[in-house]
C-alpha cells in the first residue's frame, strides 16, 4: 500500500483524548474486538445534548427538540456517508450489529423465505449472525447449509459453488471473523450469490469500525455493525439495507414513530428510516455514534488500518517466539485484521487473561460467542487479542512479556493435562 | 491479593484427590459450556460418613483448585454436614474475591457434589 497518501496516525495524540489510558501503569486494552474505548470528543457530543437541548425528537415543536432532530439525522447522514449509502434513509438504527441482523431475519425473513428454502452461513460467524437464521429456518422450515473453513482459517471458497443453488435465497456472512481475523471475500461472494438470485447479508461489525467499506461496490443487500467497536457508545447500531428491499420490507417492532396514522384496527406505515425506528430511539448515542465517525475518520481510516497491520505484524512475530503458544487463523497478517487468538499449551484461556489482567493487559477469552468455530478448531476456548487505532508497539511488548510471565507462573511443574 | 497466589496454584498444580474411583456410591459428572470447565466427583459413602472422594476433569485454576479444596473438606465427613455448605464455604476456601465469570468457575465442583449427592438439579449455585 502507498502510505504517502496520508499521515500516519499519531497515536501519542490520539491516547490523550482517552482518559482510560491516564492511569500508571496505563491500561493496555487489547480487547477491543469486544468493545472499544471512548474518546473525548464523543462523550462530549453526547454531554453536549444531555446539557443543553436534551429533548425527544421528531415531534417536539420547539427549538430544543428541532435542534436535537436535527443532530440525530446528521448522524445518520455521517453514517451513510462513512459506508458510501446513497441515501441517508438507507441507515436504520438499531441497538447494535446483533438488533440489526434480528431485523432482517424477522422482517425480510418472515416476508420471503419459504420451507425448503436454503440459507448459507459459514462456520466463523458470530453467535449474532447464526441464532437469527437458525430462529427463521425453525419458524419458516428453510435449511441452513454452512460454508467450512481451511486448517489455517480460510473460507473454503470451493465449496460456495456446491452450495449456491436456486434454493438459496440468502447468504447471511462476516466480513471479518471475531476469532481468526479473517477477512473474507465477501465482493466474490456476494457476486455468486447475486448470480443464483440469493440476496447477501454482511455482519461487518468487525470490519466497518476498521477500514474502508461501500455498500454499492459491495453492492451487498444488507450491512450490519455496531457504534460501540468503533469508539461510540453502546447502545446504538446500523443497518444498510438496499432501498427496495427496506421497501418492501414489512415492519419489524411496532409502535410510536414508526406510524404514519394509527386506526382502531389497522396502521399504516411510516416512511424509511422511521419504518423501523419504533419508540424513542437512542437519541445520545446516534449523536455520539455520529462523532465517532468524524473521530475516526479524522484520524484517517487508511492510516488506522496501516497502524493495525503493522501491531498485528510485530504481535504476530513476538508471539511466535513464545514455544508452547499455538495461533489460530491465517499465517499471513494480510489476510487479516487486527485480531490475533492463541491458546498456551498446559494453560487455561482463562488462566492466560487471568494472569494478565494482574499485569494491566486486558484481552478475551472464551468462545467468543463462536462456538461452532471453537468446535471446527477443535478447542474449548481461546484467549484473543485484538487491536485499534490507541494500542502501541509497546503494548504488544508488554502482552509478549505477560504472556512469558503467565507461562512462567502456570507451569511452574509439569502438571496433569488440562484438557 | 490476585488469584494467582500460591495456595491455589498449589491446589493447581498438585490437586489433592485427584481421580477416579473403581466402585464409587456416587459418581457425577457437570461442565460449564461458556469456558469448558469440566469436573467428576466419585464418592464412597458409608453409614453417610463420605470415606472416600476423587475428582476428575480439567478447566481453569480457580475450578481445579475450588475442587481439590472441596473434596478435602469433605473427607470424613457426614453426607448431612456436607449438605450445609454453601456458595459462601467454597468462597472462604478460596479466600480471595472473584468476579461473576470465575464464580461459576469456581462453583462448579459444588454444584457437581450437590447434584451426584442429593440429586439437585439445577441448584442455582451463585445466585443462592
Given amino acids: ?419 | 491479593m490476585n488469584v494467582y497466589q500460591e495456595e491455589l496454584l498449589d491446589h493447581y498444580e498438585n490437586p489433592s484427590n485427584y481421580g477416579t474411583l473403581p466402585n464409587p456410591n456416587i459418581s457425577h459428572e457437570e461442565d460449564n459450556p461458556l469456558c469448558g470447565d469440566r469436573i467428576r466427583i466419585d464418592l464412597i459413602v458409608e453409614d453417610d460418613v463420605i470415606t472416600e472422594v476423587r475428582f476428575s476433569g480439567h478447566g481453569c485454576t480457580i475450578s481445579q483448585a475450588a475442587a481439590s479444596m472441596l473434596t478435602e473438606e469433605i473427607e470424613g465427613k457426614s453426607l448431612t454436614e456436607v449438605k450445609k455448605l454453601s456458595r459462601d464455604d467454597i468462597l472462604d476456601m478460596i479466600g480471595i474475591p472473584l468476579g461473576p465469570v470465575r464464580l461459576k468457575c469456581a462453583l462448579l465442583a459444588l454444584k457437581v457434589l450437590k447434584a451426584g449427592a442429593y440429586g439437585i438439579k439445577g441448584w442455582p449455585g451463585e445466585e443462592e
Fill in chain 1, 1 to 419: 500500500m502507498d502510505t504517502s497518501q496520508f499521515r500516519p496516525l499519531d497515536v501519542e495524540r490520539i491516547r490523550a483524548d482517552f482518559p482510560i489510558f491516564a492511569t500508571t501503569p496505563p491500561l493496555a486494552f487489547l480487547d477491543n474486538a469486544a468493545s472499544t474505548q471512548t474518546p473525548r470528543p464523543v462523550v462530549e457530543a453526547m454531554d453536549a445534548y444531555y446539557d443543553t437541548y436534551r429533548s425527544n425528537i421528531h415531534r417536539g415543536i420547539y427549538r430544543i427538540s428541532e435542534e436535537a432532530t436535527a443532530q440525530y439525522e446528521t448522524a445518520r447522514e455521517k453514517v451513510a456517508q462513512l459506508v458510501n449509502a446513497p441515501r441517508a434513509r438507507q441507515i436504520i438504527f438499531t441497538r447494535n450489529t446483533t438488533e440489526s441482523i434480528n431485523l432482517v431475519a424477522y422482517s425480510w425473513g418472515s416476508a420471503n423465505i419459504q420451507a425448503g428454502d436454503e440459507i448459507v452461513l459459514t462456520v466463523m460467524e458470530h453467535h449474532s449472525n447464526l441464532v437469527p437464521w437458525q430462529l427463521l429456518a425453525q419458524r419458516t422450515g428453510a435449511v441452513l447449509r454452512f460454508m467450512e473453513i481451511t486448517d489455517e482459517g480460510l473460507l473454503d471458497f470451493t465449496q460456495l459453488q456446491d452450495h449456491l443453488t436456486e434454493r438459496t435465497k440468502l447468504v447471511a456472512i462476516g466480513h471479518v471473523s471475531n476469532v481468526l481475523g479473517t477477512i473474507n471475500p465477501i465482493q466474490s461472494v456476494i457476486t455468486a450469490a447475486h448470480a443464483v438470485g440469493a440476496k447477501v447479508v454482511v455482519d461487518a461489525a468487525q470490519s466497518v469500525p476498521h477500514f474502508q467499506v461501500d455498500v454499492q461496490q459491495l453492492d451487498c443487500d444488507f450491512l450490519a455493525f455496531s457504534g460501540h467497536k468503533m469508539c461510540g457508545p453502546t447502545g446504538i447500531g446500523v443497518l444498510y439495507g438496499k432501498l427496495e428491499l427496506l421497501e418492501e420490507m414489512p415492519p419489524f417492532l411496532g409502535g410510536g414513530s414508526m406510524i404514519r396514522s394509527v386506526e382502531r384496527e389497522v396502521s399504516s406505515y411510516a416512511e424509511l428510516p422511521a419504518k423501523f425506528e419504533a419508540g424513542t430511539p437512542s437519541i445520545a448515542e446516534a449523536i455520539g455514534l455520529g462523532h465517532a465517525v468524524d473521530y475516526i475518520t479524522d484520524a484517517n481510516l487508511a492510516a488506522l488500518q496501516v497502524h493495525e497491520q503493522e501491531l498485528l505484524k510485530y504481535a504476530h512475530k513476538r508471539l511466535k517466539e513464545i514455544e508452547g503458544l499455538t495461533l489460530y487463523g491465517p499465517s499471513s497478517p494480510h489476510q487479516k485484521a487486527g485480531v490475533i487468538s492463541f491458546n498456551m499449551e498446559g494453560v487455561h484461556p482463562h488462566d492466560v487473561a487471568g494472569v494478565l489482567d494482574t499485569h494491566g493487559i486486558a484481552i478475551r477469552a472464551g468462545h467468543h460467542c463462536a462456538q461452532p468455530l471453537m468446535k471446527r478448531l477443535d478447542v474449548i476456548a481461546t484467549a484473543r487479542a485484538s487491536f485499534y487505532l490507541y494500542n502501541t508497539i509497546e503494548e504488544v511488548d508488554r502482552l509478549y512479556e505477560g504472556l512469558c510471565r503467565t507461562q512462567k507462573l502456570m507451569t511452574r511443574s509439569q502438571r496433569r493435562s488440562v484438557g
